[in-house]
């Protein structure tokens, strides 16, 4: 047994230490009534690989509880009524395994090279995983299939179709899309998009272009998925969000590695940040509509939320905290690698033996106060959120156009390591457009894309700092969450536009002099800092590391001269 799978029996072995099938109840007399599912999808008729014994088409969430629970290991009923799960050996993504088919057209449409997540592989190889797949669930007694739709923009939406080896990830792929009518179904006709997830099973690592035996495979031209060698159900969900950062620019949208909420008055906000940055606090207000919690489209229509469900982490959560998402995780959700008491099947959130990344996937409705349709008008404001450790970042800035894509295409955020490894120092991160992983297409299109619609439809760009003030981690303090939220608040209102603004020296950001209910003293990190040699020090040795970062992008034409891009760098930092 390989060093991962010992691992993996171990972790089951603590949470998973009572199976419910030892107790089984005779059901020989039970009667069920059951209703047939009318509209069982033609898979594949053209495709001699595809010869699958039985399909399960489109199950309820109550079909698809019976088929874990009698079918799948490490599957239980939590207390809240919960499907708890386990991934296997891999409880994340894996992007070094992901591959894109280079072909003639995608050569010279993708971005490839250095800083792109895009790892080429050819023809051949996909057509021996795509086989390698098809053989394994060729081999099953049955194979669940969803077919769903992604992108909320009825203009727009994407019929995909998701061929699955197992229960749970049938659930998970039925909260994370669009769930389509009975009306829908029956018409639903041929996907545009089709994943075949054979991850029990893994690739041929003497396979050309594969270097284990885990494989994310896509085919654009093809237009499918492929996935061996990992069980992790976020892999479906992230490679759909890679295709439409593929398709929609080809229709002139923006796709949107974001939050986006409305308030009441119609006025929409988009929330980028990466892990940490409090993204999904400050996007999920009890007093604006979710419109989403992760992935958007910016069509000439407004925004679009692109799944039907959300994705959340769960590590550490809380009622109290977190009040939506907990209540969320009832019956229908999925609890990816948690733990929880074998007697009580209560889960405990605090637990990380299996992994940091437990998550919670549930649909959209939810939240309470999800907007269904999830559409909305064009954003009011575009909101950039860093988590900045070194505390030289104001609080908040509004930044010009150019500001915008050079901060947008920069994404960044600063960590800081567990102090049982005992790093003091906090460490700059750094992905492009808030999601590097996913993109397609260079990130000056996107940026540039960002931009004209910005300008077209009046959007203002801030960049908020929810990380330190007064010096940097292990000195100074983060930034309270209330003060934040004063300033999302004000963001929101349009209050912080009427108010003076002061330029910042180095990073040329616009502060405000004033925001109701956030000490003045804090809106310029100058001025919280005691040694003021230190702060200077500090915010040239970020400037360089933005600059380090951006080298990469520096020379990337955007159009038919350079001018966009000579704008760009000049919105980077100057010293």
Same mark, same amino acid.
């Given at each position: 047994?390989?060093?991962?799978?010992?691992?993996?029996?171990?972790?089951?072995?603590?949470?998973?230490?009572?199976?419910?099938?030892?107790?089984?109840?005779?059901?020989?007399?039970?009667?069920?009534?059951?209703?047939?599912?009318?509209?069982?999808?033609?898979?594949?008729?053209?495709?001699?690989? *595809?010869?699958?014994?039985?399909?399960?088409?489109?199950?309820?969430?109550?079909?698809?509880?019976?088929?874990?629970?009698?079918?799948?290991?490490?599957?239980?009923?939590?207390?809240?009524?919960?499907?708890?799960?386990?991934?296997?050996?891999?409880?994340?993504?894996?992007?070094?395994?992901?591959?894109?088919?280079?072909?003639?057209?995608?050569?010279?449409?993708?971005?490839?090279?250095?800083?792109?997540?895009?790892?080429?592989?050819?023809?051949?190889?996909?057509?021996?995983?795509?086989?390698?797949?098809?053989?394994?669930?060729?081999?099953?007694?049955?194979?669940?299939?969803?077919?769903?739709?992604?992108?909320?923009?009825?203009?727009?939406?994407?019929?995909?179709?998701?061929?699955?080896?197992?229960?749970?990830?049938?659930?998970?792929?039925?909260?994370?899309?669009?769930?389509?009518?009975?009306?829908?179904?029956?018409?639903?006709?041929?996907?545009?998009?089709?994943?075949?997830?054979?991850?029990?099973?893994?690739?041929?690592?003497?396979?050309?272009?594969?270097?284990?035996?885990?494989?994310?495979?896509?085919?654009?031209?093809?237009?499918?998925?492929?996935?061996?060698?990992?069980?992790?159900?976020?892999?479906?969900?992230?490679?759909?969000?890679?295709?439409?950062?593929?398709?929609?620019?080809?229709?002139?949208?923006?796709?949107?590695?974001?939050?986006?909420?409305?308030?009441?008055?119609?006025?929409?906000?988009?929330?980028?940040?990466?892990?940490?940055?409090?993204?999904?606090?400050?996007?999920?207000?009890?007093?604006?509509?979710?419109?989403?919690?992760?992935?958007?489209?910016?069509?000439?229509?407004?925004?679009?939320?692109?799944?039907?469900?959300?994705?959340?982490?769960?590590?550490?959560?809380?009622?109290?905290?977190?009040?939506?998402?907990?209540?969320?995780?009832?019956?229908?959700?999925?609890?990816?690698?948690?733990?929880?008491?074998?007697?009580?099947?209560?889960?405990?959130?605090?637990?990380?033996?299996?992994?940091?990344?437990?998550?919670?996937?549930?649909?959209?409705?939810?939240?309470?106060?999800?907007?269904?349709?999830?559409?909305?008008?064009?954003?009011?404001?575009?909101?950039?959120?860093?988590?900045?450790?070194?505390?030289?970042?104001?609080?908040?800035?509004?930044?010009?156009?150019?500001?915008?894509?050079?901060?947008?295409?920069?994404?960044?955020?600063?960590?800081?390591?567990?102090?049982?490894?005992?790093?003091?120092?906090?460490?700059?991160?750094?992905?492009?457009?808030?999601?590097?992983?996913?993109?397609?297409?260079?990130?000056?299109?996107? *940026?540039?894309?960002?931009?004209?619609?910005?300008?077209?439809?009046?959007?203002?760009?801030?960049?908020?700092?929810?990380?330190?003030?007064?010096?940097?981690?292990?000195?100074?303090?983060?930034?309270?969450?209330?003060?934040?939220?004063?300033?999302?608040?004000?963001?929101?209102?349009?209050?912080?536009?009427?108010?003076?603004?002061?330029?910042?020296?180095?990073?040329?950001?616009?502060?405000?002099?004033?925001?109701?209910?956030?000490?003045?003293?804090?809106?310029?990190?100058?001025?919280?800092?005691?040694?003021?040699?230190?702060?200077?020090?500090?915010?040239?040795?970020?400037?360089?590391?933005?600059?380090?970062?951006?080298?990469?992008?520096?020379?990337?034409?955007?159009?038919?001269?350079?001018?966009?891009?000579?704008?760009?760098?000049?919105?980077?930092?100057?010293?």
């Amino acid at each position: 047994m390989a060093i991962g799978e010992t691992k993996v029996a171990q972790e089951e072995c603590k949470v998973v230490k009572k199976d419910p099938a030892s107790n089984k109840t005779n059901t020989d007399n039970l009667k069920f009534t059951h209703v047939p599912n009318y509209f069982a999808p033609t898979i594949c008729a053209t495709d001699n690989a *595809a010869k699958f014994m039985k399909v399960l088409h489109n199950l309820t969430p109550a079909e698809l509880y019976e088929q874990a629970l009698q079918h799948e290991k490490g599957s239980f009923i939590t207390s809240s009524g919960a499907l708890a799960t386990l991934s296997g050996a891999k409880t994340g993504r894996c992007p070094k395994d992901k591959r894109v088919v280079k072909d003639e057209s995608t050569e010279q449409e993708l971005w490839w090279g250095n800083g792109s997540p895009n790892i080429e592989m050819d023809e051949q190889s996909f057509m021996v995983n795509r086989e390698t797949a098809m053989n394994y669930l060729n081999s099953l007694d049955k194979v669940f299939v969803n077919d769903q739709f992604i992108n909320w923009d009825p203009e727009n939406i994407i019929k995909v179709r998701i061929v699955s080896a197992k229960a749970y990830h049938s659930l998970f792929m039925h909260n994370m899309c669009i769930r389509p009518t009975a009306e829908e179904l029956e018409n639903f006709g041929s996907p545009e998009f089709t994943i075949y997830n054979a991850g029990q099973f893994p690739c041929n690592r003497y396979t050309h272009c594969m270097t284990s035996s885990t494989s994310i495979n896509i085919n654009l031209a093809r237009k499918e998925m492929v996935i061996l060698g990992t069980m992790y159900a976020g892999e479906m969900k992230k490679g759909l969000f890679s295709l439409m950062h593929y398709l929609m620019p080809k229709r002139h949208i923006l796709s949107l590695h974001s939050g986006c909420n409305m308030g009441k008055d119609g006025d929409v906000a988009l929330f980028f940040g990466l892990s940490g940055t409090g993204k999904t606090t400050l996007s999920t207000d009890q007093n604006r509509y979710l419109i989403g919690d992760d992935e958007h489209c910016w069509s000439d229509n407004g925004v679009s939320n692109i799944e039907g469900g959300c994705y959340a982490k769960c590590i550490d959560l809380s009622q109290e905290k977190e009040r939506g998402i907990w209540n969320a995780i009832k019956f229908g959700s999925v609890l990816e690698n948690v733990a929880f008491d074998e007697h009580t099947r209560v889960v405990d959130y605090s637990d990380n033996s299996i992994t940091e990344n437990t998550r919670a996937a549930y649909p959209i409705e939810y939240i309470p106060n999800a907007k269904i349709p999830c559409v909305g008008p064009h954003p009011k404001n575009v909101i950039l959120l860093a988590c900045d450790a070194f505390g030289v970042l104001p609080p908040v800035s509004k930044l010009n156009l150019a500001q915008t894509m050079y901060h947008f295409i920069s994404g960044y955020t600063a960590l800081v390591a567990g102090t049982e490894e005992g790093v003091k120092e906090p460490k700059a991160t750094f992905s492009a457009c808030f999601g590097a992983a996913f993109l397609m297409l260079h990130p000056t299109k996107y *940026a540039a894309m960002l931009a004209e619609k910005m300008q077209k439809h009046g959007a203002t760009a801030w960049l908020v700092n929810t990380g330190w003030s007064g010096g940097s981690y292990g000195t100074g303090k983060r930034i309270k969450l209330s003060y934040t939220r004063k300033i999302i608040d004000a963001i929101h209102s349009g209050s912080l536009l009427n108010t003076n603004y002061k330029k910042t020296e180095v990073f040329g950001l616009e502060i405000p002099s004033e925001i109701g209910g956030v000490p003045s003293e804090i809106l310029d990190p100058v001025n919280t800092w005691s040694d003021k040699k230190a702060y200077h020090e500090t915010l040239l040795k970020l400037a360089g590391l933005f600059k380090t970062n951006f080298e990469t992008f520096a020379n990337y034409k955007i159009g038919k001269d350079n001018k966009l891009t000579e704008d760009i760098l000049a919105a980077g930092p100057n010293f």
